[in-house]
C-alpha cells in the first residue's frame, strides 16, 4: 500500500510539473476589458461537502484552510516551486487542490491596486499561459465571488481544448499577501474524473473553509 502511494506521487510529481503549476514570467495586458468578467455572485460560506479538520498554514499565517474529507496532502520534496504552499489530492488522483502564494514582482501591486482582484486573476492566468507556451484558455469569464465576508475572483482554464477544466480563484489576505487556490482535474490512474457539477461543488466548499 505504501509503495503505491509513492509511486503515484512520483507519477502526479511528474504531471504537476508538465502541466499548470510552475511559477513563471507574468504576462500583462495594457488595460482590463469589462467583457472580460461577469457580475459578483454571493454564495453560502458555508461547505457543501464535509471537510477535513486537517488545516493549511501559509508561510506566514496570514490564510488557513482545510480540504476535502478523505483527502490528502502529496508530499513535493520542494522539487516544483518555493510559492507552492500546500497540495492536496483525492484518493484516486483524480483532482488535486493546490495552494500558492503569488510573489510581488513586476507591476503586481499596480495592477492590483488599480484593477483589485479581477487585475490579480488575470496575472494568474497570464502566469499558466506562459509555462504552457500559450496553451492554456480562459473558459468562460472571471467572476467576483463574496462569501460572508470573504472575497474572491475565481475563473476556470483548460490546456486540453476544453477537455479538462481546471478551476482557480484569486484572493488577498488581510496583511496584503497575494494567493491563488486552483482544483486541478487529473487522467493518470485511469480512474474517471468528477463530473463539473461535483467539481463545481468541491471548489466552492474549499473556498468557504478559507480563512484571512
Given amino acids: 500500500m505504501i509503495s503505491n502511494i509513492k509511486r503515484w506521487n512520483k507519477i502526479f510529481l511528474l ?20 467583457d472580460d468578467f461577469v457580475p459578483s455572485v454571493n454564495l453560502s460560506p458555508k ?8 488545516i493549511i498554514w501559509s508561510k506566514k499565517g496570514d490564510i488557513t484552510s482545510n480540504i476535502p474529507d478523505g483527502w490528502f496532502f502529496v508530499d513535493l520534496d520542494n522539487k516544483i516551486s518555493s510559492d507552492i504552499i500546500a497540495t492536496a489530492v483525492n484518493p484516486d488522483y483524480s483532482l488535486s487542490c493546490i495552494f ?10 499596480q495592477v492590483f491596486e488599480k484593477e483589485g482582484l479581477l487585475g490579480l486573476a488575470r496575472l494568474s492566468l497570464a502566469k499558466h499561459d506562459k509555462k504552457t507556451a500559450g496553451s492554456v484558455k480562459l473558459i468562460g469569464k472571471y467572476q467576483p465571488v463574496q462569501m460572508g465576508n470573504k472575497n474572491f475572483v475565481r475563473y476556470s482554464f483548460s490546456n486540453s481544448g476544453g477537455a479538462l477544466i481546471a478551476y482557480a480563484a484569486v484572493f488577498a489576505s488581510s496583511i496584503g499577501e ?35
Avoid: H, W
Avoid at 461547505?47 to 486537517?54: A, L, R, V
Fill in 15 to 34: 504531471c504537476l510539473g508538465m502541466a499548470f503549476l510552475i511559477n513563471s514570467c507574468i504576462i500583462v495586458k495594457e488595460k482590463a476589458v469589462e
Fill in 47 to 54: 461547505p457543501e461537502i464535509p471537510m477535513s479538520e486537517t
Fill in 100 to 109: 500558492t502564494s503569488i510573489k510581488k514582482q513586476d507591476n503586481l501591486e
Fill in 178 to 212: 497575494f494567493y491563488e487556490v486552483a482544483l486541478i482535474p487529473m487522467e493518470i490512474t485511469g480512474k474517471e474524473v468528477p463530473t463539473k457539477e461535483e467539481v463545481d461543488k468541491i471548489f466552492r466548499s474549499i473556498l468557504t473553509s478559507i480563512q484571512y
